[in-house]
């Protein structure tokens, strides 16, 4: 059978689909640009390698017939870059709201979280300074979720210990979903300190930590950078706080942590805001009336949409 639409999410596989000629329709997901997030993974990427990336990239955007991405700072960049307006459009990632779990057996008493990568973007170096500034909360534990083990993590274990701190945080790898889900339901405050960088501000993202966080309604402290800012009002469904300045993150840790009723507040607000824009049901129609677009133009078989589902980016 034909494709009548193909869809991909970078220019290794898009080079394949659009590049060539075809006569299916095609869907560039834009969740991240290899131009801009390989140097921080491979920083001796020349600047003829990293040219020739950007140059597949464009090519790939000005090929496909729809571009998504689930940012509105990544839509403006790819503007920037070039790229027709007319084509992109902002679906935004979601999270499926949690229900009501039990406390992990062997959780402390009272905890900070953080979930996700190591990668020097996600401003974790930050977050520990952070915590050593809260040594009077003498029962607060710095619970990190890692998505893998990896050197990365073991060198965030020695600045641990440098800044006395290592005895009080609780290392956990590779949690299946419904054990994380537990961890967040039941942590004070979920954290995502994302680092002033191209990345994050000028690139874009869509930090699922912080919408998962919000959808199991606790309250998060981010980074006010300008793709967060879609997703957190700050004071009213979240904290914000500048990148990379530890004194300012436990300072709003501290905050939050005095004032209990306000904490429960910023979160039950966050998980409205999920329920309201943000899950995943709404993504998924959101794809689904964009594939039914290309398809009125006669590009795509309408069973296509039928079992059309949004991949959790």
């Not at 006395?164 to 995502?192: F, N």
Request: hydrophobic residues 40%; aromatic residues 6%.
């Amino acid at each position: 059978m034909n494709p009548r639409i193909a869809h991909f999410r970078d220019p290794w596989s898009g080079a394949a689909i659009v590049l060539q000629p075809h006569d299916y329709a095609s869907v560039y997901e834009v969740n991240a640009l290899p131009s801009i997030e390989l140097p921080s993974l491979f920083p001796d990427l020349g600047p003829a390698t990293l040219q020739k990336i950007r140059r597949m990239e464009l090519d790939c955007c000005a090929e496909a017939d729809l571009i998504i991405t689930p940012s509105r700072t990544t839509a403006g960049l790819l503007e920037q870059l070039g790229v027709d307006a007319d084509k992109i459009e902002v679906i935004p990632n979601g999270a499926d709201l949690d229900e009501p779990a039990e406390r992990p057996h062997d959780a402390p008493s009272q905890y900070l979280l953080y979930f996700g990568a190591a990668q020097s973007w996600q401003g974790i170096d930050t977050l520990l300074r952070a915590f050593a500034r809260l040594r009077d909360f003498e029962e607060l534990r710095l619970v990190l979720c890692a998505s893998r083990d990896s050197s990365a993590w073991r060198a965030y274990g020695r600045l641990a210990e440098r800044l006395g701190v290592a005895d009080r945080i609780l290392w956990k790898y590779e949690l299946e979903e419904p054990e994380l889900a537990r961890w967040r339901q039941h942590a004070l405050i979920s954290l995502a300190p994302l680092t002033d960088c191209e990345r994050n501000v000028v690139q874009g993202c869509a930090p699922l930590k912080i919408l998962e966080s919000m959808a199991s309604g606790v309250a998060v402290i981010a980074s006010d950078v300008p793709p967060v800012r879609e997703l957190i009002l700050d004071r009213e469904n979240g904290w914000l706080v500048h990148p990379e300045r530890p004194a300012e993150l436990a300072r709003a840790i501290r905050i939050l942590l005095e004032q209990p009723e306000r904490t429960r507040v910023l979160g039950a607000n966050a998980r409205q805001t999920i329920e309201e824009r943000f899950t995943w049901e709404r993504s998924t129609e959101a794809l689904r009336r964009a594939y039914a677009r290309l398809m009125s133009k006669g590009v795509a078989a309408r069973e296509c949409v039928e079992d059309v589902s949004v991949p959790h980016r």
